[in-house]
């Protein structure tokens, strides 16, 4: 049963390299695939999209600390805007259009203005605000050439907030990281896994668990994951213990698909139910391990009703989905892994507008065993 955050329409204006850009009849398993620079890893930005715009400014806030990786004060605020308008465009605000399930479409509106430039009805919002009130209160002045994010939904004023604002999933680790649903292509073993691995198990055993099953999917013998200072003088790292094998030895042991397929589980732990975007999935991954993988990826996404956004360049990626797919679907009949997949192609029409082609699963396993090209 698909969760409430599942996507199956999803459309954006005035965001980034896009003047509009659309998808339809979204499955839970999307793989995405065109040229370079047409726009694959800014759909999955897109879709960073949260109904709450203290949550979306938190999500871009950590977007743009990655890209410039910025280790300052992890409190320091980045003007969004700047990062996520389409920079061809004069309009001020990106549109959003979106079905969860089966419910109606929404829209949603994010618009940035100065505070001068507020309505009445949106300064009254503002000045409600308990951050602003709390930075007026430890004496801080407020300019009226300070930029707000004014939130509507359904044509309704919702909020207006300032760039201070971010939401809570963000900036939760002592060094600044922050979670947010997307692993990007170059996540690979990161001091902040260990960090993560530990804010997540923390007394929770069911969880150990459930990501023990799910990493023993592509790592055999697993017997438990933990953390460990005795290895790397002065550092806790993510260790294994394995059957048969006396030490723990070093997650990053296991390469940059074994390390990459944790980070992957860690995520799908926090967005049950949700979604989860990951840019160039295969990035890492050996082509002899990559069905293997795959199926691994799947289970775990069904397991925890994840709905995943993924992107690839690569014809072996797409080869190993469709095979895992079909044997997937041998093995358990009544999951309908093949109805839940979809395989979008992202390419510019002649007006220079990015489309995204829909294959259903059927279509996509037809071209593939014809030979046909369907990456760009």
Not at 8 to 32: A, H, P, R, S, W
Not at 90 to 102: L, R
Request: charged fraction near 25%; aromatic fraction near 12%; proline fraction near 2%.
């Amino acid at each position: 049963m698909e969760g409430n955050k599942h996507l199956t329409y999803f459309k954006v204006e005035n965001f980034k390299c896009f003047d509009t850009f659309e998808m339809d009849d979204i499955g839970q398993f999307n793989l995405i695939v065109g040229d370079n620079n047409v726009g694959k890893t800014s759909v999955l930005e897109a879709l960073l999209f949260e109904e709450d715009v203290s949550a979306i400014n938190g999500n871009y806030q950590q977007i743009i600390r990655d890209r410039n990786n910025f280790n300052g004060d992890p409190y320091f605020i980045f003007e969004i805007t700047q990062f996520i308008f389409n920079i061809k465009s004069k309009s001020n605000q990106v549109n959003y259009e979106i079905a969860f399930g089966k419910n109606e479409k929404q829209t949603f509106v994010l618009a940035q203005k100065a505070i001068k430039e507020l309505s009445p009805e949106e300064r009254g919002i503002f000045e409600s605000n308990i951050f602003l009130k709390g930075a007026r209160e430890q004496g801080k002045v407020i300019s009226e050439d300070s930029l707000t994010l004014v939130w509507r939904i359904n044509n309704k004023l919702i909020k207006v907030i300032g760039n201070s604002e971010v939401g809570a999933r963000t900036l939760r680790f002592p060094n600044g990281k922050g979670y947010f649903p997307i692993i990007r292509s170059s996540d690979f073993y990161n001091n902040d896994l260990a960090s993560f691995f530990s804010f997540l198990s923390s007394g929770n055993k069911l969880m150990k668990d459930n990501l023990k099953e799910d990493i023993s999917l592509l790592i055999k013998d697993v017997e438990e994951i933990s953390l460990s200072n005795s290895i790397i003088p002065n550092q806790i790292i993510v260790v294994l213990s394995l059957q048969n094998i006396p030490n723990q030895i070093p997650l990053s042991s296991q390469g940059e698909g074994g390390v990459k397929f944790m980070r992957i589980l860690l995520e799908m732990q926090i967005f049950k139910n949700e979604r989860l975007m990951i840019d160039e999935i295969d990035n890492g991954i050996h082509y002899s391990r990559m069905k293997d993988f795959w199926k691994a990826v799947l289970i775990s996404a069904k397991r925890n009703n994840v709905q995943l956004f993924m992107t690839t360049h690569s014809q072996e990626c797409l080869k190993y989905f469709k095979e895992a797919l079909e044997e997937l679907q041998q093995e358990f009949p009544n999951d309908n892994y093949t109805d839940k997949a979809r395989h979008f192609l992202l390419k510019k029409n002649k007006i220079g507008n990015v489309i995204a082609k829909k294959f259903s699963f059927e279509q996509f396993q037809f071209a593939l065993d014809n030979g046909n090209e369907i990456r760009d």
